[in-house]
């Protein structure tokens, strides 16, 4: 019994100094929130296809609204963003602030490291 309760301690405190000491995301954990969060309005992989949100595949580099065969806000369209590590991170934060107006029905991510772990896991699966 004590045994059991040392192991889990030291397993939470491995946990929390991961999670402290993260830089860079963790595209595991961010393909696991991409599935719960973004997969219903969503497609990341190559060839994928617009759902109620556009595709994301190849949407680093991209300019904002300018998924092909959807048709995005003018909000998105007139924002000028171009996607990048800092921009999908800013806008998955809090979409509403980051562009007023847009129509992605998603309150945001609301933990820092989610953010880097779901821009870590784009970064690969967009490709
Ligand atoms: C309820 C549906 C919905 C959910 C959930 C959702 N999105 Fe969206 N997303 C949209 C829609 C709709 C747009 C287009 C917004 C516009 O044109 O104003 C969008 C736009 C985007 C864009 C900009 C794409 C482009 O080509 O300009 C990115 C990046 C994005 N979403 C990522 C995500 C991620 C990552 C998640 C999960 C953390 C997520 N979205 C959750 C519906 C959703």
Request: aromatic share 6%.
């Amino acid at each position: 019994m004590r045994a059991t309760v040392g192991a889990f301690s030291a397993l939470a405190l491995l946990l929390a100094a991961g999670s402290a000491g993260a830089q860079m995301g963790d595209a595991g954990r961010g393909e696991r929130l991409f599935n719960q969060q973004c997969k219903v309005c969503h497609t990341a992989e190559k060839g994928g296809a617009n759902k109620v949100g556009p595709a994301l595949s190849g949407v680093f580099g991209r300019k904002a609204g300018t998924a092909p065969g959807f048709s995005a806000s003018g909000a998105m369209v007139k924002s000028g963003i171009v996607w990048d590590e800092k921009t999908v991170g800013e806008y998955l934060t809090d979409p509403k602030a980051r562009i007023p107006g847009n129509k992605m029905a998603f309150t945001g991510l609301r933990k820092p490291e989610q953010v880097d772990d779901v821009v870590a896991y784009l970064k690969k699966a967009t490709r």
